[in-house]
């Protein structure tokens, strides 16, 4: 590892030059981001998953831009071109588009009008006008015509595209240009008038200029998708004349020679049709990446508070997946999530036939000894809801209304039908709304985050970069909650530091074979599972009652000889001074701080022997939404409902009021006070009054508001 790209990423980064040299060696030992974060805090000093993320990609990156260094290196060296000046000023490069530039004028090039007019044998008459030295720049040119270049004036033509390319690669005028786009850049969008009938979506921007600084990510991607789709054109703005305008001033010595009149048209055919085209779609790629990853960034949030909703825990429930002409599916699942009964019902119309729907959930409750009761809320969702409340159950069975969206992706997956092959689509999305409701972190990421409906232009931006965002999102939010090693899935499994699929399916195949697991130890008797994939997976399973009570704990293994030794201070057994946060308070942690085990990792160790196995998502709560609310044809402007943040954008949030379609609290009324991002007030799952503001049938459009609510 080179100091130098240490001191960069320190630089980039702004954390403590040690704590990126350690985080470095640690992903370079094979250390994952969750694991370093949680276990090795005295050597990071604490860094976040946040920041050794940022430290991962600045490293990631820096390690492609040597690579293409060397590419470019020797490239230019095989060319016989590579000066010990050129050398040194690659190797001390570190900006990609600089380097790219440096490159620019050893790129091997397909025929252009300059390599034309150089195989005519008209560069030394360009190297004559830039030089500005001539007397006389005609009588120069005369000396240039042959059979191929029949002219004075063809002559002067071929030097002025020499010239024009030499302007193109030049660095200072190339990041000029960057500049004047990033910071006088106009985004323009017109409407395309063939297909202006069918892009009535995209009316906002028929006729649209914004400078490209103040365009917020959503409304760039909103013109990006219009573009793409055919029914815009977008392009960028710049003063073009005042560029000249100004390359001419610093590159023209006399504007009336001759040789100033020729370098003036060579200034302009190089900005008009080499330079401009070239750094606008540099500058459209970096400001397109720079809007994905805002969109990355509301999406991954909005994920992390969808995975990590409070769960229901291991109850038996009864779930149901409504809808009208089809009837309601309904499932009834064991405490562990396995399917014990399923059954069709048909309360609603065109059937209605409640008196038997009634009797059929009656007696499934009762048959099953249900603990709660789970309901889509998709389409018929709201009445299906009303339906089990007026049934007058048992008060210790309380309703829950979840959200389906993405199981009917679930229903028709692989891993579905892996576990239920001999029921249908619709068992198998009722059981996933179900269990959602038990544990929506250990349901969701058995689908892909793109389907759950919490994205903001989620099919348009960089595909690669959002997977990378959303399997780290996932794989945060599963090793903060610590999984259960006897009851997780495959797909939970997939997730937690160190194992992958290969090891999670090792560790399915070995718990099936040989019972549940007893300890964290008996991990290493799984196929392929070595000693650096436990160190890493170790603290993040738990086995909830094993033959070590540490088991059950956030404790990792390489920590339980000191534990055990912190615990005979008090005297008492091991297992009685478990969750007793005044006797563990008396610890002396100062006596067994080491260089390993610092007071971080040590504060860590007696959080989770306060609450061991504590679950930190919370307890569920069920939801309450306005009974005579079904549809968007019973609202009315004024009504003040109750209702759950289900997306956030940059825009404004989404709010689910009990019925199908989802209002739009704009970023305006969220609240009395200015603030630039919804998600510094609400997030997803939240709860919300909000007061009906606007209500479009036709379009099926909710307009709402949380001020003064």
Not at 251 to 260: A, F, K, P
Request: proline share 4%; hydrophobic share 40%; with cysteine.
């Amino acid at each position: 590892m080179e100091a130098a790209l240490v001191k960069l990423i320190q630089k980039e980064t702004n954390l403590a030059l040690s704590s990126v040299s350690n985080t470095i060696q640690l992903l370079e030992e094979g250390a994952t981001i969750p694991f370093i974060a949680r276990y090795r805090k005295e050597k990071t000093n604490s860094l976040s998953e946040v920041d050794i993320a940022a430290i991962q990609k600045a490293y990631e990156d820096l390690k492609l831009l040597v690579k293409r260094k060397e590419t470019i290196l020797t490239a230019i060296k095989d060319q016989g071109a590579l000066s010990p000046e050129l050398n040194k000023k690659i190797h001390g490069c570190w900006d990609k588009s600089t380097l790219e530039d440096i490159y620019l004028p050893f790129k091997k090039k397909i025929k252009t009008k300059s390599t034309i007019a150089k195989n005519n044998g008209l560069e030394p008459l360009a190297k004559i006008i830039m030089a500005q030295k001539s007397r006389d720049l005609n009588k120069d040119a005369t000396g240039f015509v042959n059979k191929k270049v029949l002219s004075t004036e063809l002559a002067l033509e071929g030097a002025r595209h020499i010239i024009a390319e030499w302007f193109s690669q030049d660095i200072s005028i190339r990041d000029h240009l960057r500049k004047v786009f990033r910071t006088h850049g106009v985004i323009e969008s017109k409407v395309v008038k063939s297909k202006k009938k069918l892009a009535d979506k995209y009316e906002s921007y028929f006729d649209f200029q914004e400078p490209l600084k103040n365009c917020p990510s959503h409304r760039l991607l909103a013109m990006f998708r219009g573009d793409k789709e055919g029914f815009l054109r977008v392009k960028l703005l710049i003063d073009e004349e005042r560029i000249q305008h100004n390359l001419e001033q610093r590159r023209i010595r006399t504007l009336n020679s001759l040789s100033g009149q020729q370098l003036k048209l060579a200034i302009k055919d190089s900005l008009s049709r080499l330079i401009i085209p070239s750094i606008e779609n540099e500058i459209i790629k970096e400001f397109k990446l720079k809007a994905d990853k805002e969109a990355i960034q509301v999406f991954t949030q909005n994920l992390k508070e969808l995975l990590l909703a409070p769960p229901l825990g291991q109850k038996r429930i009864l779930a149901i997946d409504p809808g009208f002409r089809s009837g309601c599916k309904v499932v009834v699942l064991e405490d562990n999530g396995d399917l014990l009964h399923n059954i069709n019902i048909y309360p609603h119309p065109p059937q209605t036939q409640v008196e038997a729907a009634v009797q059929e959930l009656t007696k499934l409750i009762k048959k099953y000894q249900v603990k709660a009761m789970a309901i889509g809320n998709g389409t018929a969702g709201k009445e299906t809801y009303q339906l089990v409340k007026a049934m007058k159950l048992d008060d210790e069975i309380q309703t829950y209304f979840v959200n389906e969206n993405g199981a009917s992706i679930y229903s028709a997956s692989a891993i579905a039908r892996e576990e239920f092959p001999d029921h249908d689509l619709t068992v198998r999305g009722a059981v996933s709304i179900g269990r959602r409701l038990m544990d929506p972190l250990a349901e969701l990421v058995k689908i892909d985050p793109k389907s759950i409906g919490v994205g903001q232009y989620q099919h348009d931006v960089d595909q690669k970069l959002l997977k990378l965002s959303l399997d780290e999102t996932i794989s945060t939010c599963v090793n903060s909650v610590g999984i259960n090693l006897n009851t997780a899935s495959k797909s939970l499994l997939t997730h937690v530091s160190g194992l992958g699929p290969v090891l999670a399916e090792n560790i399915i195949n070995h718990r099936t074979a040989q019972g549940l697991f007893n300890s964290r130890k008996e991990l290493l008797a799984v196929p392929r599972m070595g000693k650096k994939a436990f160190e890493q997976c170790a603290g993040f399973l738990r086995i909830k009652n094993g033959s070590n009570l540490l088991d059950k704990t956030g404790v990792h293994p390489e920590a339980y000889n000191l534990t055990l030794k912190m615990l005979k201070e008090l005297k008492v057994k091991p297992e009685t001074a478990l969750g007793k946060e005044e006797l563990l308070d008396t610890i002396s942690l100062a006596n067994y701080s080491s260089a390993k085990f610092g007071l971080p990792t040590l504060t860590d160790i007696i959080s989770e022997l306060k609450k061991p196995g504590l679950d930190p998502r919370g307890d569920a709560k069920p939801v309450s939404f306005s009974a005579s609310i079904n549809t968007i044809s019973d609202l009315k402007i004024g009504m003040i409902l109750n209702g759950v943040v289900n997306n956030v954008t940059k825009f404004g949030a989404f709010v689910d009021i009990g019925v199908k379609e989802s209002g739009l609290v704009h970023i305006s009324q969220i609240t009395n006070r200015f603030i630039k991002d919804p998600a510094e007030i609400v997030s997803v799952n939240q709860e919300v009054t909000v007061k009906v503001l606007d209500i479009d049938v036709n379009k099926k459009r909710i307009t709402l508001s949380m001020k003064a609510v």
